[in-house]
């Protein structure tokens, strides 16, 4: 059972209240961009067993879309914030890096 | 003009609890920068309650505002009363980016009424529906089974329900059979 703070409105949902939306942080290319980048894009997708970083809606809520920091081997929530977020926040990486010394996701660590 | 009539022209059944479909209720969706005095005003002028915060839901009678998401207000008001108050909510945000929609007849509103109203909702939403965690004031977007629905509590034993009009019949029957004689859980 996975429970998601929504920054949105503040609620502690329940997974069942929330839609998955995927990875999050992907940089998009589009037109103009080459073959590889745009390959990358659509179907290149961490499956790591550990640290995460997801998009969820509020689907049956607020509405809204959030990142939530996660754990997919313990289900550890580290914490969520805003989808109009272009990096994880300092506090949320400090809040990984305290259960979870020397972590790394793709470019991040 | 023909008269509106509710999804289940007022279905109602005794349970541990009573519910009751009600008759129709003027609901308008208000999007727009909440922080906006313009916003605040056209909200609260045709309302006639206080601005809600967060999650907040201030209903009197009929007339209520409640905090629907970030960008949003449902404004409810007497049915007969909502094109007047389009008509004056459009005009005062006229310069504002912003939507005002009558989405009164897209609803169905139940009243879930009695000492296990709370146990009603909690067999069917994941929230926590203690006093100490929900109480009057307070509005909940959630799912009831498989539809969304919000609620919120109008008196102390009292609760107020708008699901989607297409679903009424599906959120009655649920409603109906979480109060069942015989299925009460006793918790809260
Ligand atoms: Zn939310």
């Known amino acids: 059972m996975l429970i998601l703070h929504c920054p949105h409105c503040g609620v502690d949902a329940e997974e069942t209240e929330l839609a998955p939306g995927g990875e999050a942080h992907l940089k998009r290319f589009g037109p103009g961009s080459s073959d590889a980048e745009f390959e990358s894009y659509l179907f290149h997708r961490e499956n790591p067993r550990g640290v995460h970083f997801e998009r969820w809606r509020h689907a049956f809520g607020c509405g809204k879309w959030f990142i939530a920091a996660r754990a997919t081997d313990t289900l550890e929530v580290f914490g969520t914030y805003r989808a109009q977020t272009a990096a994880p926040p300092q506090d949320i990486r400090d809040a990984i890096t305290a259960k979870r010394p020397g972590w790394a996701w793709r470019d991040l660590a | ?188």
């Open chain 2, 1 to 188: 003009m023909s008269e509106p009539v509710s999804a289940l022209d007022g279905a109602a059944c005794e349970g541990f609890a009573r519910v009751a479909e009600q008759g129709p209720r003027g609901m308008i969706t208000l999007r727009g920068d909440l922080a906006s005095v313009a916003v605040k005003n056209a909200a609260t002028g045709v309302a006639g309650v206080d601005f809600p915060g967060q999650r907040e839901c201030h209903v009197v009678g009929e007339r209520g505002l409640a905090w629907m998401s970030p960008d949003e207000l449902m404004v409810m008001l007497p049915h007969a009363e909502v094109p007047a108050a389009v008509a004056t909510m459009t005009g005062a945000l006229s310069g504002e980016h912003s939507l005002v929609a009558d989405v009164s007849d897209a609803r169905a509103l139940f009243r879930i009424e009695g000492p296990g109203a709370r146990e009603v909702l909690a067999k069917l939403a994941p929230v926590d529906l203690s006093p100490a965690a929900f109480a009057p004031g307070m509005i909940r977007r959630t799912r009831l089974a498989q539809v969304p629905a919000a609620f919120w509590m109008a008196g102390a034993e009292t609760f107020e329900l708008v699901c989607f009009r297409s679903v009424a019949q599906y959120v009655f029957d649920l409603l109906k059979g979480a109060a069942a004689p015989g299925g009460e859980v006793g918790y809260f």
